[in-house]
């Protein structure tokens, strides 16, 4: 069984830095993309980036890129979301999804909830 | 340009038919892919490519394409069916950065 599972919940102040995860299992880790993808509150879907771990190929949204950071560690099929320095408008759902194309998602994480605020 | 449009709120009478749709110049060169998103959960892929359904999603689910129009057709609306619903293409250089607004399905 295909499986994404991230980490929990963050509360942080405007300044500080994050690192979310997203475990994925069931699967090739190395053969499908991971992608991140924002949901402010009461908002849409935004996606930031997305990550080929077989080769690192990383790939960003305009609208994210230099804000984030994407990695994945294949040893231990573990992607990474992260922030060097929060804002209170980095507030919002962050989840990671699978696809075998970058075009198509079926599997998703969970969720983590990112809440920045001094 | 790199958007797509949705309606932002559409309803069905239980049982009917209802035709979601998504209007974008990248719809010309690319399929949409179609997800749903209920209060609290995660996002679920319910149809891409041409006219595909993951395994586990109801055959009432149907996609379509013609010129820079996607649609998303639900034949026999369920309750369970009530959900946001967006669509998603591929920006000029391929990548999946395009998402629509948002289409919040009501099933009366």
Do not use: H
């Not at chain 1, 080769?55 to 984030?68: A, E, H, K, L, W």
């Not at chain 1, 075998?100 to 969720?111: E, K, L, M, S, V």
């Not at chain 2, 797509?4 to 709120?9: F, G, S």
């Not at chain 2, 055959?59 to 369970?80: H, K, M």
Request: charged residues 15%.
């Amino acid at each position: 069984e295909v499986q994404l599972v991230q980490s929990g919940a963050e509360v942080k102040k405007p300044g500080e830095s994050l690192k979310i995860s997203c475990k994925g299992s069931g699967y090739s880790f190395t053969s499908y993309w991971i992608g991140w993808v924002r949901q402010m509150p009461g908002k849409g879907l935004e996606w930031m980036g997305i990550i080929y771990p077989g080769d690192s190929d990383t790939r960003y949204s305009p609208s994210f890129q230099g804000q984030v950071t994407i990695s994945a560690d294949k040893s231990i099929s573990t992607a990474y979301l992260q922030w060097s320095s929060l804002k209170a408008s980095d507030t919002a759902m962050y989840y990671c999804a699978q696809g075998a194309t970058i075009a198509d998602f079926d599997y998703w994480g969970q969720g983590t909830l990112v809440t920045v605020s001094s | 340009s790199s958007e797509l449009t949705q309606d932002p709120a559409v309803s069905v009478a239980l049982g009917q038919t209802v035709r979601i749709t998504c209007q974008g110049d990248s719809l010309r060169s690319y399929y949409a892919s179609w997800y749903q998103q209920k209060p609290g959960q995660a996002p679920v892929l319910v149809i891409y490519g041409k006219n595909n359904r993951p395994s586990g999603i109801p055959d009432r689910f149907s996609g379509s394409s013609s010129g820079n129009t996607a649609s998303l057709t639900i034949t026999g609306a369920q309750a369970e069916d009530e959900a946001d619903y967006y669509c998603n293409s591929r920006d000029s250089s391929g990548n999946p950065w395009v998402f629509g607004g948002g289409t919040k399905l009501t099933v009366l």
